[in-house]
């Protein structure tokens, strides 16, 4: 009987207990339940990421396709105007052709595409009835001339209408001061490779031609060297000391080099590249030393004229009337006349093109 009286005792007591806690429970939920909710859903509004695998709003080119920041839905029709330009401005890239035979490569052109997002999100940020230039994108192709540092070049890319001028400069001082105004009166460019002993002794002229914009280039160091009789160590000096005096004079630093008479070796293309320059020869010979007549020079020219052509030539008393004649009529069959830097660009030429929101 006592005993069955203290199981009930202790019965009450864990009622009681069992109560008190519940008490306890609930009252913690009303002061502290509140503030505790609070500082869960501070957490989350402050957590960027999404804890189940979702994009990150922040970060570039990941999510869909909204190019809008503040999370504007894309305008469908501005998508469908940028995908119709898309669409029509593109163009493949070229690779660079290489002929093994006789070392001579033919550069390579960089494609292009509209940047769909880009020019998208360039839109929508707009105001309406704003013109707005498309984001622009480069295809690079797969082969190079940078592939075949060694190898020769004797033209442009045939894919683009532009020509160039290969000035050769060892004497002719006289004639230069009106070339170097007719290629400014028609807006053309030459590139003029000069002879380091030249350079040297008339240091105004060369100054003159690269104030005047043009490109200079490298024709050795002296223009009695015969560039397959030299060695390596021989062509690397006629090289480095020829574009060390340029750079002297002018601040430009020569990209290029054709040898006297176009004649070289392996040996001088390996010198060439070993200096981070490129061998050059030409296209086509307007054979000025000759002194064949103006006109006979630009018929000459002309009947030989194709895409990526360079065209040699020198200061003669024939060569400032030669340049007169032949210049409109290069341009009239819609070739533009480029500094030989810009013929062997792989740069594309973007269409000149608005797309207006």
């Known amino acids: 009987m006592e005993r069955l009286e203290i199981m009930q005792q202790k019965k009450v007591l864990l009622i009681v207990l069992i109560v008190i806690i519940l008490l306890a429970s609930f009252a913690a939920g009303i002061i502290f339940g509140p503030a505790l909710f609070d500082a869960r859903r501070s957490e989350d509004e402050n957590d960027p990421g999404d804890h189940n695998g979702s994009v990150d709003p922040q970060k570039p080119g990941q999510g869909s396709n909204d190019p809008d920041p503040e999370g504007e839905a894309p305008d469908p029709e501005l998508e469908d105007l940028v ?6 401005h593109r163009a493949d890239p ?10 001579i490569v033919i550069p390579e052109l960089n494609g292009y595409r509209i940047d769909q997002q880009a020019t998208l999100a360039r839109l929508m ?30 033209r442009g890319n045939p894919a683009r209408q532009r020509v160039a001028f290969m000035i050769n400069v060892a004497w002719g001082n006289e004639y230069l001061p009106e070339m170097l105004d007719i290629l400014e009166q028609h807006d ?34 002296d223009d009695g060297e015969v560039m397959p009789d030299l060695d390596y160590n021989a062509t690397i000096s006629s090289l480095r000391r020829t574009n060390e005096i340029i750079e002297k004079f002018t601040g430009q630093q020569p990209r290029y080099f054709t ?34 007549g103006e006109e006979a020079m630009a018929q000459r020219i002309l009947d030989n004229l194709s895409p990526g052509a360079i065209i040699l030539m020198h200061p003669t008393e024939q060569s400032a009337g030669f340049l007169r004649l032949v210049i409109p009529q290069i341009k009239s069959r819609g070739y533009r006349v480029v500094a030989v830097k810009e013929l062997l660009s792989p740069d594309p030429s973007f269409p000149k093109l608005t797309l207006q929101r």
Not at 263 to 276: F, I, P, Q, V
């Open 125 to 154: 940020a707009a105001a309406p009835g704003e013109a707005v230039a498309p984001v622009w994108q480069d295809l690079l192709p797969a082969v190079t001339a940078a592939d075949h540092p060694a190898a020769v070049i004797e």
């Open 188 to 221: 053309a460019q030459g590139t003029f490779f000069i002879v380091g002993r030249w350079a040297e002794r008339f240091p105004d002229l060369l100054q003159e031609i690269h104030r005047r914009g043009h490109e200079l280039a490298n024709h050795g160091y």
């Open 259 to 292: 040898p006297h008479k176009g004649e070289y070796s392996s040996t001088t293309c390996r010198a060439a590249a070993a200096l981070g320059m490129r061998l050059l020869v030409w296209t086509l010979d307007t054979v000025d030393w000759k002194r064949p």
């Open 94 to 103: 070229v690779d660079a052709v290489y002929n093994s035979a006789y070392n």
């Open 83 to 88: 995908r119709a330009a898309a669409e029509k």
